[in-house]
């Protein structure tokens, strides 16, 4: 590893969200949000961005800068009047809570091997230390390509090993729409409407239930969610809501299926089936929009991780696992 030249020549600070844009190709589509509320001044809640630069030498460091142990590539990438964004370190803070989630830790390939990322979630973990944050998590996935980087920064800073938390499949739509129980029914007790269909009454009905699970709200990232896919399960009798197969659209093209529930004390056929085979259905009606999408069970989840695997399984153009981390952070 190539570190004290390189060093000497990054800066690694604080961004404001005024000064985020030229990082904003640096994160996840649904997390750029996030870099217009990094406010250092906020007094809760919010988001942390961390920004790494290459800074421009000064005429009289040039002749050493390019005999230093660049490779050319990194030699022809630094300008000559103005810093270049090299990596972003990007944390959301919990708005209630003492803690944090990473949503992205990046460094530009060719900057790569040099110690940036380590140095990024370093200020990473003072920042949001200031800024009141206990505990701080981090998910990434193993098919990644910077899945390897990612677990050595970790280890390298501290950080607990990875735990399996979820199983994720990756689909094409068309291919989705093949499967033999995409038309499958709740049975005449229960129907399936529209998420959007589901009254502000309904919506605070489900809010009061006191052994909902918080993990599978349907009220998460409401921004995000993609009304024309999401769908609920519906008693016909009372008109009561009992599920939910909720999604959100992550990226341009890319649907992510994110909160699928139905509550255990209702018999219901084909549990919570139905409801994803009509969310599946909906988007396949904007197939032209809509190409892809993710699904995820929770490892711990054993029942719904196999049906996954089984039923989803073969349909998939992957099966990956998420891993998370954590650090105490005082």
């Given at each position: 590893?190539?570190?004290?030249?390189?060093?000497?020549?990054?800066?690694?600070?604080?961004?404001?969200?005024?000064?985020?844009?030229?990082f904003?190709s640096?994160?996840?589509?649904a997390?750029?949000?996030?870099?217009?509320?990094?406010?250092?001044?906020?007094?809760?809640g919010?988001?942390?961005?961390?920004?790494?630069?290459?800074?421009?030498?000064?005429?009289?460091?040039?002749?050493?800068?390019?005999?230093?142990?660049?490779?050319?590539?990194?030699?022809?990438?630094?300008?000559?009047?103005?810093?270049?964004?090299?990596?972003?370190?990007?944390?959301?803070?919990?708005?209630?809570r003492?803690?944090?989630?990473?949503?992205?830790?990046?460094?530009?390939?060719?900057?790569?091997?040099?110690?940036?990322?380590?140095?990024?979630?370093?200020?990473?973990?003072?920042?949001?230390?200031?800024?009141?944050?206990?505990?701080?998590?981090?998910?990434?996935?193993s098919?990644?390509?910077?899945?390897?980087?990612?677990?050595?920064?970790?280890?390298?800073?501290?950080w607990?090993?990875?735990?399996?938390?979820?199983?994720?499949?990756?689909?094409?739509?068309?291919?989705?729409?093949?499967?033999?129980?995409?038309?499958?029914?709740?049975?005449?007790?229960h129907?399936?409407?529209?998420?959007?269909?589901?009254?502000?009454?309904?919506?605070?009905?489900?809010?009061?239930w006191?052994?909902?699970?918080?993990?599978?709200?349907?009220?998460?990232?409401?921004?995000?969610?993609?009304?024309?896919?999401?769908?609920?399960?519906?008693?016909?009798?009372?008109?009561?809501?009992?599920?939910?197969?909720?999604?959100?659209?992550?990226?341009?093209?890319?649907?992510?299926?994110?909160?699928?529930?139905?509550?255990?004390?209702?018999?219901?056929?084909?549990?919570?089936l139905?409801?994803?085979?009509?969310?599946?259905?909906?988007?396949?009606?904007?197939?032209?929009?809509?190409l892809?999408?993710?699904?995820?069970?929770?490892?711990?989840?054993?029942?719904m991780?196999?049906?996954?695997?089984?039923?989803?399984?073969?349909?998939?153009?992957?099966i990956?696992?998420?891993?998370?981390?954590?650090?105490?952070?005082?």
């Amino acid at each position: 590893m190539i570190e004290p030249s390189a060093s000497e020549a990054t800066r690694i600070r604080v961004l404001r969200p005024e000064e985020t844009e030229p990082f904003a190709s640096m994160t996840f589509e649904a997390s750029r949000r996030l870099l217009t509320i990094c406010d250092p001044g906020a007094a809760q809640g919010g988001s942390v961005a961390i920004g790494a630069e290459m800074m421009a030498p000064s005429s009289n460091e040039a002749a050493s800068v390019t005999n230093a142990p660049y490779s050319d590539t990194c030699r022809r990438s630094l300008p000559s009047s103005s810093p270049v964004p090299v990596g972003l370190a990007l944390a959301e803070i919990h708005p209630q809570r003492p803690s944090a989630v990473v949503r992205s830790l990046y460094v530009e390939e060719q900057w790569r091997m040099r110690g940036i990322g380590t140095q990024l979630l370093r200020a990473l973990e003072t920042e949001l230390q200031r800024r009141g944050v206990r505990v701080a998590g981090a998910i990434y996935v193993s098919d990644s390509p910077g899945f390897a980087a990612t677990e050595a920064v970790l280890r390298r800073c501290g950080w607990s090993t990875g735990m399996p938390r979820m199983r994720l499949g990756r689909f094409s739509i068309d291919r989705i729409m093949e499967m033999p129980w995409i038309r499958l029914k709740p049975g005449p007790a229960h129907e399936v409407i529209p998420w959007q269909d589901v009254t502000q009454r309904q919506r605070d009905e489900i809010k009061a239930w006191p052994d909902f699970p918080s993990a599978l709200s349907p009220f998460s990232e409401l921004a995000l969610q993609e009304l024309r896919v999401s769908t609920a399960l519906r008693v016909r009798a009372t008109g009561k809501i009992i599920g939910w197969m909720v999604t959100h659209r992550v990226l341009p093209d890319t649907i992510r299926y994110s909160s699928l529930y139905v509550r255990p004390d209702e018999p219901v056929l084909g549990r919570g089936l139905p409801l994803l085979a009509a969310a599946i259905s909906r988007q396949g009606e904007a197939r032209h929009e809509l190409l892809h999408a993710l699904a995820g069970v929770a490892v711990s989840n054993e029942a719904m991780s196999s049906t996954l695997l089984r039923r989803l399984g073969p349909y998939s153009e992957g099966i990956a696992t998420s891993f998370e981390a954590r650090k105490e952070l005082g």
